[in-house]
Nanobody
Framework: QMQLGESGGGSVQAGGSLRLSCVAT????????VGWFRQAPGNEREFVAA????????YYSDSVRGRFTISRDNAKYITYLQMNNLQPDDTAVYYC????????????????????WGQGTQVTVTP
């Protein structure tokens, strides 16, 4: 099985930046696909960004495109989410998710495409 652990959350003012890290251990491989999702209080979990293992294609939600960047360090099995120009609406618990599969494009934004999940890291953005 794959184990995932997030770090890098915290509290920042609007306009600030954070970089989240997701470390994969266990049966992790460079071909794995990894996604970031978030859940704010009272809301459903929503897709943020993802990177597909087999071709390194990246995907973003409309709300973060242009502000967030997902990237991978293949040597360390770490996936990053660089978050710039953070806004209060970005406040949520951020989860990374992984799969050893290679979802098709239409599935990359779906939580059901990912088999393994981390515990989450809190991001709070104050006005």
């Amino acid at each position: 099985q794959m184990q995932l652990g997030e770090s890098g959350g915290g509290s920042v003012q609007a306009g600030g930046s954070l970089r989240l890290s997701c470390v994969a251990t266990g049966r992790a491989a460079n071909r794995d696909s990894v996604g970031w999702f978030r859940q704010a209080p009272g809301n459903e979990r929503e897709f943020v960004a993802a990177i597909r293992g087999r071709d390194r294609m990246t995907y973003y939600s409309d709300s973060v495109r242009g502000r967030f960047t997902i990237s991978r360090d293949n040597a360390k099995y770490i996936t990053y989410l660089q978050m710039n120009n953070l806004q209060p609406d970005d406040t949520a618990v951020y989860y990374c998710a992984g799969t050893s599969g290679s979802p098709i494009t239409s599935e990359m934004r779906q939580s059901r495409a990912f088999d393994y999940w981390g515990q989450g890291t809190q991001v709070t953005v104050t006005p």
